[in-house]
């Protein structure tokens, strides 16, 4: 049932930081990858901060989008370079 979760969230956070970011959508799979990535990356800095957005859901759904869209541009800067 984590799996499950953790691709909803994923999927979820990748579409919103799609959203929030523009330009170039990568699809449904592409948006699942963008969002567990996002979500551990988000993750990592989140706990190396100190920072708690809260429990549960919508807690899981900030941290893995703020994640996804760092992510998303990161990505943006290595293809313009």
């Keep these: 049932m984590d799996f499950f979760w953790m691709i909803l ?3 979820i956070a990748g ?4 959203q929030f970011m523009g330009g170039t959508r990568y699809g ?3 948006d699942i990858i963008v969002g567990v990535i996002g979500a551990m990356i988000g993750g990592i800095l989140f706990q190396k901060t100190g ?3 809260g429990s ?3 807690g899981s759904l900030i941290v893995a989008t703020t994640g996804a869209i ?3 541009y990161g990505l943006r800067m290595v293809k313009k370079a």
Excluded: D, E, K, T
Aim: hydrophobic fraction near 75%; charge should be neutral.
């Design 15 to 18: 579409w919103l930081a799609g």
């Design 70 to 72: 760092i992510f998303l």
């Design 56 to 58: 549960g859901l919508i």
């Design 9 to 11: 969230i994923g999927m």
């Design 28 to 30: 449904v799979v592409g």
């Design 51 to 53: 920072i708690m957005p």
